[in-house]
């Protein structure tokens, strides 16, 4: 995944990152400055890594700026290194460009610093939810399922069941496409749907991991029109969000259009993309706030030309349209006939 935004550590950044490791740094904070990953702050270690929560995470946080914050736990993974927490702090007063420019660099923080070692993330935009109360929380409630509809109750049923004739047998499955199944999205790919509304990429694949029942990030990147067929896999279903740059009428535009491919035979398959699908489309819209400018339907890549994009976005006016026919009058009686004014004429 490429550097979208540009921004990468500063050189006194790097030479940090080969050093906080020894297990004597208990926290750090960056922040971005004149364009780059700076460290701003750090702290060591005195107790536990709960003794030393709050103590040392919540004097970091300013109420209108973003920054990033590692914080190292005791436990170590099974290379040996110590795990990290990444804590993205984004205040909702804080401007929004500062907010849209940390959340396109976060990936590039995770990538200079090490993403193996993250073992939790947490995205707080309120004090609580960056304290270790509120790390908990997270913690307890990050996979938990969201209460389900009836039918949502059905659908998960026929799932476990490993049903495929029950669908339209007693199950209304247009109740199920219109109420949804919402899954948990991860946080790469929320990133990555960041970035795409800053401008930051122009390409982002979503895929259900069915056994998790999660949504993941499959791809992101910049490309051409050219190459977007072959981003499409075959006998898989993905969603897809492509910015369209294009010229109509003179005008240079562009445009942010959602595509949902399904090329499965899959029924399962097929019917947990389909029931994912609204939820995911307001998700985008009004938490992560891409403005999508139209919604498609495909089963091949190949169906993503020139042509079908300007079709969409601007349908031809039928010019062969038959004429409205207009009504009849009443019955020719003959000659209007014309009435004498006042003065007799």
């Given at each position: 995944m490429s550097h979208q935004t540009g921004i990468r550590a500063n050189e006194s950044l790097k030479?940090?990152?080969g050093k906080c490791r020894d297990g004597h740094t208990r926290v750090f904070k960056v922040s971005i400055e004149n364009e780059e990953l700076t460290l701003s702050a750090q702290a060591g270690t005195k107790g536990t890594w709960e003794q030393d929560y709050d103590r040392l995470v919540l004097p970091l946080i300013k109420e209108d700026q973003p920054c990033y914050i590692l914080y190292r736990f005791d436990s170590r993974s099974s290379t040996g290194g110590y795990e990290w927490a990444l804590i993205s702090w984004s205040p909702d007063d804080s401007p929004v460009r500062q907010k849209m420019l940390y959340a396109s660099t976060k990936a590039t923080l995770k990538q200079e610093f090490g993403g193996g070692q993250i073992k939790e993330e947490i995205h707080a935009t309120i004090k609580e939810e960056a304290s270790l109360n509120g790390f908990k929380k997270h913690k307890a409630n990050a996979y938990a399922p969201a209460p389900l509809t009836p039918a949502e109750e059905e659908l998960a049923r026929m799932r476990i069941e490993g049903t495929t004739a029950g669908v339209g047998v007693g199950v209304d499955t247009r109740q199920q496409t219109l109420s949804?199944?919402?899954?948990p999205i991860s946080s790469e790919a929320k990133d990555s749907m960041f970035r795409l509304a800053s401008g930051g990429c122009n390409y982002v694949q979503l895929k259900i991991d069915l056994e998790k029942e999660e949504i993941h990030l499959s791809d992101c990147d910049t490309i051409g029109l050219d190459r977007?067929?072959?981003?499409?896999?075959?006998?898989?279903?993905?969603?897809?969000?492509y910015t369209y740059k294009h010229t109509h009428e003179g005008d240079l535009m562009e445009a942010i259009v959602f595509i949902y491919s399904m090329d499965s035979r899959s029924t399962k398959e097929r019917m947990l993309y389909s029931s994912c699908k609204p939820p995911l489309v307001v998700t985008i819209e009004k938490v992560i706030g891409v403005e999508i400018m139209k919604r498609v339907e495909i089963e091949s890549g190949s169906e993503l030309t020139e042509e079908f994009f300007q079709e969409i976005l601007h349908p031809k006016k039928n010019l062969h349209r038959p004429k409205f026919a207009k009504p009849k009058g009443p019955p020719n009686r003959g000659a209007k006939r014309l009435t004498k004014g006042q003065d007799g004429h």
């Open positions: 030479k940090f990152f949804g199944v919402v899954f977007l067929p072959g981003k499409v896999p075959a006998n898989a279903g993905r969603y897809h969000l």
